[in-house]
T-cell receptor, first 115, second 118 residues
């Protein structure tokens, strides 16, 4: 069964802390994504990666960075967390070479609260 | 830039009725894919259905069908014979392939909160 695992379901951090959100997929997918979900705004793409060590900015990359050192792992980093980064973060992966098809497989989400 | 619009923030529907969730999109790329996802209160995103821009027929998956009207740039989701378990957030999304290769993430609409009433 396909699986995308996010390391923490719930996190509470303080303003200014460095935050790591980890995501691991076991499907050998080339593509991995980080989204944030906020009420009334839907899902917005932060960063994505189509290969190890490759990364591309999405629609809202400011305040975030990512790391992909291994194919199965994609990390989202908040260098200095701020209260406006309180949100639900969703990791997803997909197989390359699917053209416009190729569904995204999502993790269960990490709900981050920054105090 | 690609854009997805879902104009219904919320809907209440009686059980067993059919439901149509609206989705319009905007893109200048001739090749694109359209997706619908369901997100129950538990939070996981569940893929429902896919339609490619060159597909001649509307996609169907069980009780789900996609009413694809290319000229109108609409991709409405139709749920037949709704059930209580269909209560959830529903997101329309679009993927566009760049000619340079690589991957592009899905662009999502803001979602429709569907509530099925007994």
């Amino acid at each position: 069964d396909v699986k995308v695992t996010q390391s923490s379901r719930y996190l509470v951090k303080r303003t200014g802390e460095k935050v790591f959100l980890e995501c691991v997929q076991d499907m050998d997918h080339e593509n991995m994504f980080w989204y944030r979900q906020d009420p009334g705004l839907g899902l917005r793409l932060i960063y994505f990666s189509y290969d190890v060590k490759m990364k591309e900015k999405g629609d809202i990359p400011e305040g975030y960075s990512v790391s992909r050192e291994k194919k199965e792992r994609f990390s989202l980093i908040l260098e200095s967390a701020s209260t406006n980064q309180t949100s639900m973060y969703l990791c997803a992966s997909s197989l390359a070479g699917q053209g416009t098809a190729g569904e995204l497989f999502f993790g269960e989400g990490s709900r981050l609260t920054v105090l | 830039a690609q854009k997805i619009t879902q104009t219904q923030p919320g809907m209440f529907v009686q059980e067993k009725e059919a439901v149509t969730l609206d989705c319009t999109y905007d893109t200048s790329d001739p090749s694109y894919g359209l997706f619908w996802y369901k997100q129950p209160s538990s939070g996981e995103m569940i893929f429902l259905i896919y339609q490619g821009s060159y597909d001649q027929q509307n996609a169907t998956e069980g009780r789900y069908s996609l009413n694809f009207q290319k000229a109108r740039k609409s991709a409405n989701l139709v749920i037949s014979a709704s059930q209580l378990g269909d209560s959830a957030m529903y997101f329309c999304a679009m993927r566009v392939m760049y000619s340079g290769g690589g991957a592009d993430g899905l662009t999502f609409g803001k979602g429709t909160h569907l509530i099925i009433q007994p």
